[in-house]
């Protein structure tokens, strides 16, 4: 088991089964909404080792990222929403030269019940050729291309609409946009079509709202516990060099995550706004990191430097910035999984 800390508004439990780590948070209706949390994202071109190389990342991370401009679509009235898909670089990344890219939609699929539940909210009678829940049926002609430079460079598409409807018995409505990337630069494109989804969720919970938070390898996904657990977002990160921790705190409403190695040096810090939907920052450090904790106050984060080292050393890091601000030597080795009581009076440490 992984052990963090969650403070605040927001409260959670830490696991790590099966290889992800799982965090269960409950948000108050006066912090972060349900509507708010629908955004996806899904990497590709994770075949593009010179790009890859180009931008520092993991073996597993993806060279770029498609994102829909809205990942659930309000209110259930059966009318189109207007969708904006784009192709950009990963959080955080910058590259010395810019290259030529592109972005092609093959498909567009759903998996809801036609029939299911007639007559409640957001059904209605089976779907037939002349009542499409997406336009345009066909994708394979949604294409766009552009140059990719900078983090805010994007290479988008317009004109796909999906239906807001979805059949209360039936669990959530789900699109899946197929895709392929290409940099057209260094001759590379996506050996299979990747997949985006977007989800029509069911009606707003007021009140206390529980979702868990599973982060594998170069993706974070949350569930909606309230919704039969309904997947209300994907998004794709650049921690696939291996995710060893993750806390957060109501203060600062980001979500804090390292990944990388736990063995000498090598590991790096990424820190996700929960509220914006976006990563604030990422920092690669000189030692090793592990499962980490942070204060009451959001303020400091006490990292491990990696089970797998000699020392006992705890970096402490200014959770604003990712900058180091000091550092606690236990005296022992391996430091593993981290603890801040709730006072932050007093700092656990697992060895």
Known sequence: MEIGSV???????????????????????????????GRFSAGCLTNDSVLKK???????????????????????????????????????????????ASLTINSI????????????LGCDSPRGSQDPDSKPVSGS???????LHAETDTVSI????????????????????????CDITNGVCDSTPQILSVLVPGAHISGLHHYEYVLRDANLYVYDMDDRFSLVKNLSLPTGAGVRGVVTSATAS??????????????????YDIRRD?????????????????????????????????????????ASTGNVIG???????????????????????GL
């Not at 699929?109 to 409640?120: E, L, P």
């Not at 317009?158 to 197929?178: F, W």
């Not at 592990?290 to 089970?307: A, C, V």
């Open 7 to 37: 403070y605040g508004s927001i409260l959670g439990v830490l696991l790590r089964i099966s290889g992800a780590i799982i965090l269960v948070i409950a948000i108050g209706s006066s912090s972060t909404s349900a509507q708010s949390l």
């Open 54 to 100: 180009r931008e520092r990342l993991a073996p597993f991370d993806a060279a770029a990222v498609v994102t829909t401009s809205a990942g659930q679509l309000r209110p259930l009235n059966q009318k189109f929403s207007e969708m904006q898909i784009q192709m950009s670089l990963p959080a955080a990344v910058t590259l010395n030269s810019g290259i030529a």
């Open 109 to 120: 699929t759903d998996d809801q019940v036609s029939n299911a539940d007639t007559g409640r």
């Open 141 to 147: 002609s949604l294409f766009a291309s552009g140059n």
């Open 158 to 181: 317009s004109g796909v609409q999906l239906r807001r409807r979805r059949c209360s018995n039936s669990g959530a409505h789900t699109y899946q946009i197929k895709f392929t990337c």
């Open 254 to 271: 980001t979500l804090y995550v390292s990944y990388g190695s736990d063995n000498t040096s090598g590991g790096s810090l990424l820190a």
């Open 278 to 318: 976006a990563v604030v920052w990422t920092r690669k450090y000189r030692f090793a990191i592990d499962s980490m904790s942070i204060s009451p106050d959001g303020k400091k984060i006490y990292m491990p430097t990696g089970e797998l080292t000699a020392g006992g050393m705890w970096e402490i890091i200014d």
């Open 327 to 349: 550092a606690i030597d236990s005296g022992g080795s391996g430091p593993h999984n981290t603890v801040v009581s709730r006072s932050g009076a007093y700092i656990f440490m």
